[in-house]
C-alpha cells in the first residue's frame, strides 16, 4: 500500500486505502472464495434450527448468530487490509463455540454461570458508581435510585455462592476434556497474546522496517486469519449439523474444509503432515 500523506492523516478510511481493497481481493481471490463459501454455509445451517424447539436449541441459534456476524464484520476488515482487529473478532467467535459447547454438555450450569455473571457485572457496575469519584459526580442526580438498586442486589448477591469474575475461561473450565474445545481454547489464547492485547507480539505489528505506522495484513497473517475463520465457522457448524440436523451437513463442511487446507499447503502457508520429516530432514 502506498503509504503518502492521506494514509498518514486518515488511516485505513483514506481514499487510497480504500481503492487498495480492490488489489487485496484480488490477490487473495482464491481465500475470500473460500471464506464466503463457509459464511454461507454456516448461515444456512443456523437458519434451519428451530428457536421454538427447545430453550437450548434457541440459545445455540443466539451463539451461532454472534459468531457469524464476528465472522462476516471479520472478512469486511480483511478485505480493507486490517490486522489485528480482524483476530480479536475472530476470538468472539471461539468464545461462542466454547460457550455452546457448554450448553450442550450442561444447560443447568450454562445458565447459572450466566445468571451469576449478570448479577456480578451489575453489580460491580454500581459499586464503581458509589465508589469512583467522577462517576459519583457523573451520575449524582440518581443516588436514590442507585442506592434502591444496590439494596436490591446486596440481597441477591447474598445467595450467590461465587463472586468472582466470569470470562471464557469458565466456559472452557467446563468443557476442557472435549479435544476440539481444546484446540479451539488453544487458538483463542493465541491470538489474545499475539493481536489483542496489549504484548510485545501485538505492538511489534506497527513497526515496519523500524518505523511506527498502521500497516495493511501481511500475506501470513491474512493467510492465518482465513484459516481461523475456516476452522472456527466449520467446527461450529459441524456441531450444529451433528446435534440439530442429524449430521446432514457433514460431507459439505469437510469438503469446504479439505478444499481450503488444499490452497493454504499449496501456497506455502501450511504444511501437509505427510512432509514434516521431509522437511525436517532438509533443514
Same mark, same amino acid.
Given at each position: 500500500?502506498?503509504?503518502?500523506?492521506?494514509?498518514?492523516?486518515?488511516?485505513?478510511?483514506?481514499?487510497?486505502?480504500?481503492?487498495?481493497?480492490?488489489?487485496?481481493?484480488?490477490?487473495?481471490?482464491?481465500?475470500?472464495?473460500?471464506?464466503?463459501?463457509?459464511?454461507?454455509?454456516?448461515?444456512?445451517?443456523?437458519?434451519?434450527?428451530?428457536?421454538?424447539?427447545?430453550?437450548?436449541?434457541?440459545?445455540?441459534?443466539?451463539?451461532?448468530?454472534?459468531?457469524?456476524?464476528?465472522?462476516?464484520?471479520?472478512?469486511?476488515?480483511?478485505?480493507?487490509?486490517?490486522?489485528?482487529?480482524?483476530?480479536?473478532?475472530?476470538?468472539?467467535?471461539?468464545?461462542?463455540?466454547?460457550?455452546?459447547?457448554?450448553?450442550?454438555?450442561?444447560?443447568?450450569?450454562?445458565?447459572?454461570?450466566?445468571?451469576?455473571?449478570?448479577?456480578?457485572?451489575?453489580?460491580?457496575?454500581?459499586?464503581?458508581?458509589?465508589?469512583? +469519584?467522577?462517576?459519583? +459526580?457523573?451520575?449524582?442526580?440518581?443516588?436514590?435510585?442507585?442506592?434502591?438498586?444496590?439494596?436490591?442486589?446486596?440481597?441477591?448477591?447474598?445467595?450467590?455462592?461465587?463472586?468472582?469474575?466470569?470470562?471464557?475461561?469458565?466456559?472452557?473450565?467446563?468443557?476442557? +476434556?472435549?479435544?476440539?474445545?481444546?484446540?479451539?481454547?488453544?487458538?483463542?489464547?493465541?491470538?489474545?497474546?499475539?493481536?489483542?492485547?496489549?504484548?510485545?507480539?501485538?505492538?511489534?505489528?506497527?513497526?515496519?522496517?523500524?518505523?511506527?505506522?498502521?500497516?495493511?495484513?501481511?500475506?501470513?497473517?491474512?493467510?492465518?486469519?482465513?484459516?481461523?475463520?475456516?476452522?472456527?465457522?466449520?467446527?461450529?457448524?459441524?456441531?450444529?449439523?451433528?446435534?440439530?440436523?442429524?449430521?446432514?451437513?457433514?460431507?459439505?463442511?469437510?469438503?469446504?474444509?479439505?478444499?481450503?487446507?488444499?490452497?493454504?499447503?499449496?501456497?506455502?502457508?501450511?504444511?501437509?503432515?505427510?512432509?514434516?520429516?521431509?522437511?525436517?530432514?532438509?533443514?
Amino acid at each position: 500500500m502506498k503509504k503518502g500523506n492521506s494514509f498518514l492523516e486518515k488511516g485505513f478510511l483514506c481514499e487510497g486505502a480504500l481503492k487498495n481493497s480492490n488489489r487485496i481481493q484480488k490477490k487473495y481471490a482464491v481465500e475470500f472464495k473460500f471464506l464466503l463459501d463457509a459464511n454461507q454455509l454456516f448461515t444456512k445451517i443456523t437458519n434451519l434450527l428451530n428457536e421454538k424447539s427447545s430453550p437450548k436449541e434457541r440459545v445455540s441459534k443466539i451463539l451461532a448468530y454472534k459468531s457469524i456476524q464476528s465472522m462476516q464484520s471479520s472478512i469486511i476488515l480483511m478485505k480493507m487490509g486490517i490486522n489485528s482487529d480482524t483476530f480479536s473478532l475472530i476470538r468472539t467467535m471461539h468464545e461462542c463455540f466454547l460457550a455452546f459447547i457448554c450448553l450442550l454438555k450442561d444447560e443447568d450450569t450454562f445458565a447459572e454461570m450466566g445468571n451469576k455473571d449478570d448479577i456480578n457485572f451489575r453489580n460491580k457496575r454500581i459499586k464503581d458508581i458509589f465508589t469512583r +469519584d467522577i462517576l459519583k +459526580d457523573m451520575y449524582s442526580g440518581y443516588s436514590e435510585t442507585l442506592s434502591t438498586l444496590k439494596s436490591e442486589l446486596d440481597k441477591i448477591i447474598n445467595d450467590v455462592k461465587s463472586h468472582k469474575k466470569f470470562g471464557v475461561g469458565d466456559f472452557y473450565n467446563e468443557v476442557s +476434556d472435549e479435544p476440539v474445545c481444546q484446540y479451539i481454547y488453544y487458538n483463542y489464547s493465541f491470538i489474545s497474546n499475539l493481536h489483542s492485547h496489549v504484548s510485545y507480539a501485538s505492538m511489534s505489528k506497527f513497526l515496519f522496517n523500524d518505523k511506527i505506522s498502521m500497516n495493511e495484513a501481511n500475506a501470513d497473517d491474512f493467510r492465518m486469519a482465513s484459516k481461523m475463520l475456516i476452522d472456527a465457522s466449520m467446527i461450529f457448524s459441524h456441531e450444529l449439523s451433528k446435534h440439530f440436523l442429524n449430521n446432514s451437513f457433514d460431507n459439505v463442511i469437510n469438503s469446504l474444509i479439505a478444499e481450503s487446507y488444499s490452497h493454504l499447503i499449496k501456497v506455502g502457508h501450511l504444511i501437509h503432515k505427510d512432509n514434516v520429516q521431509e522437511i525436517q530432514k532438509k533443514g
